[in-house]
C-alpha cells in the first residue's frame, strides 16, 4: 500500500499548484481536489491531508471557495472541522454553537436566536485566516460525476491505509472531538476504507483522466 500511495503524492506533485487567490479559471469544471497542508510531510513532500469532489456538474471551483474561503461552515464539512480543532485547542465553549446547522428554517427558528453572531463571524474569520496561511491544492480533471466518486472513494482508502501516510505532532486535526480524524490523519470521515488503487491504476487515472471518465 504505501508503494501505491507514494507513486499517488509523486504524479500529484506533478501537477499545478493552487493557493488562496487562484483564478477559477485555472481549474478544470469538474475533477477531485487534493489538499495539503503545511508542516505535513509524507513519501518525501508534502502530505495529502483531504481528498475531495464535487456532485453539481462544472463547479469544481465554486465548492472549493465554499470549502476554502466563503464564510458559511454550514456549507462546508471542511470548514466545520477547522473550526472544531481550533476551537478544541483554545477550550472555547462557543464549540457549542459552532457544531449547530443552521441550513433549514426549522434549525433557524430554533437555535439561530442562541448564536453570537458576532462571534461566529471572528470564528469563520479565524478558520479562512488558517486556510489561507496552511493549505494549498491541486485538481484532478474527472468529467463524468459517479466516476469522480468512485476516484475520490478509492484515492481516500489508498491514503488512510498507507502505514507512511501519518499526521505529525502538531498537526491541527489532533484536536478534533472525532477520533476518526484523530488517528488516519486526514481531514476526511467517509471513504477511508474504500478499496486503495494500484499503481497501474493510479498511472492510467493521471494520464488518460478525462478518458477514464
Known amino acids: 500500500m504505501s508503494s501505491a500511495c507514494q507513486f499517488l503524492h ?6 499545478p499548484r493552487f493557493r488562496a487567490g487562484f483564478n477559477p479559471q485555472d481549474l478544470p469544471r469538474n475533477g477531485l481536489y487534493f489538499l495539503f497542508e503545511k508542516g ?9 491531508v483531504r481528498v475531495g469532489t464535487h456532485t453539481g456538474q462544472n463547479n469544481l471551483s465554486k465548492r472549493l471557495n465554499e470549502h476554502l474561503f466563503k464564510h458559511n461552515k454550514d456549507r462546508s464539512v471542511f470548514r466545520k472541522h477547522v473550526g472544531r480543532c481550533l ?21 433557524r427558528e430554533q437555535f439561530e436566536h442562541l448564536v453570537d453572531k458576532k462571534r461566529l463571524a471572528e470564528i469563520e474569520t479565524d478558520v479562512s485566516d488558517y486556510v489561507n496561511e496552511k493549505f494549498s491544492f491541486v485538481v484532478l480533471s474527472v ?71
Open 10 to 15: 509523486k504524479n500529484l506533485a506533478t501537477l
Open 40 to 48: 505535513e510531510a509524507a513519501h518525501g513532500g508534502d502530505r495529502v
Open 87 to 107: 476551537l478544541t485547542r483554545e477550550v472555547d465553549s462557543f464549540l457549542e454553537f459552532w457544531e449547530l446547522d443552521l441550513t433549514a428554517k426549522k434549525q
Open 143 to 213: 468529467e463524468n460525476k459517479e466516476n469522480r466518486l468512485k476516484i475520490e472513494t478509492g484515492m481516500l482508502g489508498t491514503i488512510a491505509q498507507c502505514s507512511e501516510c501519518t499526521a505529525s505532532a502538531q498537526w491541527l486535526g489532533r484536536q478534533h472531538p472525532n477520533s476518526v480524524i484523530r488517528e488516519n490523519g486526514l481531514w476526511n470521515i467517509q471513504g477511508l476504507k474504500g478499496v486503495p488503487f494500484s499503481e497501474e491504476e493510479i498511472d492510467y487515472l493521471f494520464i488518460r483522466s478525462d478518458e477514464a471518465a
